[in-house]
């Protein structure tokens, strides 16, 4: 096993932990916290068997296990994307409701 | 009497709100809400010395989110007929009396302005043949309704009517959310002609785009 893998290993251990402990302090939804633990778990395994990644990669139909990888990567980035994207414009809308209280109430002064 | 209350949202529109107030006050429409949203330039103070209440937004949100600001002020005031009307000077006072009068007549809730009834409006070229038409069929789409225009902010509402349309789009996609909202509440609407000056362009492709991605999140934002 070479260095990095020990590395990676470690990262994603670490990320497996913290994902248990955002659920435990209830930051996370049950449903999005098993999304993130079968990532990191994913994760974990590849960085342990690199080989695995070829294994599924042939299950889907992909040539190589990098590319598995990189497909994944991109899936996960754009639903992260889209995620912010709702995130912001709620806020934007509170910050809107806040603003119409204020001016609002000003006027009833 | 019926009292009429006319919403007019401004952003850095200093050098035509004054006009566009006075217009209103000559014909007789004395109640006038300008919700200034957040203006940089002196827009406020100008519509306060023509003659109008001001509401101010201590930041800039949006058109949609200033009328929803002043349709929620003149209700409390008790108005009975809400008209929206742009602060830019290019919409014609003259064109509410008709609009009221066949939201009574008519016993209607909304009525939406219309460029494209009657001939008064000098809409320009790539506006009128390329982008309103894509625009009535986006809004199609979105509200199952069909107008003869798209995006038009002239509009009359009854007070009953209005208090059924809440605004949640801050930006210009509000155009096509109130549609929709009049169809699901099922509200009876009609459309009236509208004279409309071009001083400046207005909204572009850009701004089209800009409208179809505000709709398509809304899907999504609970």
């Known amino acids: 096993m070479i260095f990095a893998q020990i590395i990676l290993m470690l990262v994603f251990i670490f990320l497996l932990f913290k994902t248990i402990l955002k659920l435990k302090r209830q930051e996370l939804l049950f449903s999005e916290a098993v999304g993130w633990f079968l990532l990191w778990l994913f994760g974990l395994v590849l960085s342990f068997k690199p080989d695995t990644a070829s294994y599924f990669a042939k299950l ?13 990567a991109l899936l996960v980035l754009f639903y992260l994307q889209f995620r912010l994207m709702i995130r912001i414009e709620k806020n934007s809308r509170d910050i809107t409701r806040l603003t119409r209280e204020k001016t609002l109430e000003d006027r009833k002064l | 009497m019926i009292m009429v209350w006319i919403v007019v949202p401004a952003y850095n529109e200093e050098k ?3 006009e566009t107030v006075r217009g209103l006050l000559a014909l007789g429409y004395s109640n006038i809400a300008v919700v200034d949203d957040g203006s940089l330039d002196e827009t406020a103070a100008r519509a306060q010395q023509a003659g109008a209440s001001i509401l101010k937004h201590v930041l800039n949100r949006g058109q949609g989110a200033a009328l ?3 349709h929620e002020h003149v209700i409390r ?4 007929v809400i008209v929206d009307f742009d602060a830019d000077g290019q919409f014609n006072p003259e064109d509410i009396f008709e609009a009221i009068k066949k939201l009574q007549s008519e016993n209607l809730d909304v009525v939406f302005g219309s460029r494209f009834l009657g001939s ?6 790539s506006k009128k043949y390329f982008i309103l038409p894509l625009a009535k069929l986006i809004n ?3 509200t199952g309704v069909k107008l003869t225009d798209a995006h038009n902010g002239f509009r009359v509402f009854t007070r009953d009517g209005l208090q059924k349309i809440q605004i949640t789009q801050d930006k210009m996609a509000h155009n096509t959310e109130i549609i929709a909202q009049t169809k699901k509440n099922s ?8 004279r409309v ?4 362009y207005g909204q572009g492709w850009r701004g089209g785009v800009e409208i179809i991605k505000d709709l398509v999140i809304n899907f999504f934002v609970k």
Request: proline residues 5%; glycine residues 14%; positive net charge.
């Open chain 2, 187 to 194: 509200l009876r609407f009609a459309e009236v002609p509208v």
């Open chain 2, 77 to 80: 005031r008790g108005a009975e």
């Open chain 2, 16 to 18: 035509n709100i004054a």
């Open chain 1, 60 to 72: 889907f139909g992909i040539g190589r296990g990098i590319d598995l990888a990189i497909y994944v």
């Open chain 2, 68 to 70: 929803q600001t002043g």
């Open chain 2, 140 to 142: 199609r789409f979105f």
């Open chain 2, 120 to 125: 008064g409006s000098k809409v320009p070229f």
């Open chain 2, 197 to 200: 000056h071009y001083s400046e």
